[in-house]
């Protein structure tokens, strides 16, 4: 029986779906030694499967890594890029930390800087990003402007947005000049570009959005850029974060 490649790639743990085409369109598959394109099948009892070069199967697969990047203004977070835009695949592979079927765990739109999680544990992706747990992310925002308390409050409780009210969120301001005010946003939601979009619908426009930290990840003094592993104790926690 032929099945999908993005859905075998899925049901052997090698990432989740949507990565697993990421990573197709991105010429890391192949089937029979040839490029795999998005939409072909395989048949898992007769074909080769491999994934950056090697072989892969549900019971072959490759050593899980766990890691946090320090995403840097302008680069995408994705694992390829048609306009050939720098994407963060593309560092990991200039610091050599690269490891077969890794992908981003989630967004961080290009604007944007701070904690990104990469990984080539599908389970785990799906579960971080799965909108059931809820797993929070803290940012530091700079917003133009002075928002009010009431606009705060309006934000903290929830505004719609596309037709959908978004989660209440906690958001605290830290410091305020002549013409901006700095907030720390935790969301326990992650909607397309949301802080941005709530931020111009509240009249108070983001000029830096930098994500300090994912769950109980924390970004801490990670340069610009640069990847590190977790540790084996940031790892437990997050998946008692996602399990609890």
């Not at 995403?71 to 835009?85: A, I």
């Amino acid at each position: 029986m032929t099945i999908r490649l993005q859905k075998l790639l899925s049901q052997w743990g090698i990432t989740s779906r949507r990565h697993a085409e990421d990573l197709i369109r991105a010429g890391r598959v192949q089937v029979n030694g040839q490029v795999a394109c998005l939409g072909q099948k395989a048949n898992p009892e007769q074909d080769q499967v491999a994934l950056d070069g090697k072989i892969i199967s549900p019971h072959n697969r490759p050593e899980q890594s766990y890691l946090l990047m320090n995403k840097p203004k302008g680069v995408l977070s994705t694992c390829d890029d048609p306009w050939g835009r720098t994407t963060v695949i593309e560092l990991a592979e200039k610091l050599d930390m690269m490891t077969a079927g890794l992908h981003p765990v989630g967004r961080l739109d290009a604007d944007s800087t701070g904690a990104l999680l990469l990984t080539n544990d599908g389970e785990l992706t799906f579960r971080l990003t799965h909108p059931r747990h809820h797993v929070p992310k803290t940012y530091r925002v700079r917003v133009m402007g002075k928002p009010t308390p009431t606009t705060l409050q309006r934000w903290q409780k929830g505004i719609m947005l596309a037709e959908k009210r978004t989660l209440p969120a906690q958001v605290k301001p830290l410091a305020k000049t002549r013409n901006t005010t700095d907030l720390e946003i935790v969301l326990a939601e992650g909607r397309n570009r949301q802080i941005r979009r709530v931020a111009d619908q509240l009249g108070h426009p983001v000029v830096d959005l930098h994500r300090i930290a994912v769950g109980p990840i924390q970004l801490g003094d990670l340069g610009s850029g640069d990847i590190r592993d977790l540790t084996k104790d940031e790892v437990r926690l997050l998946c008692r974060d996602i399990l609890d």
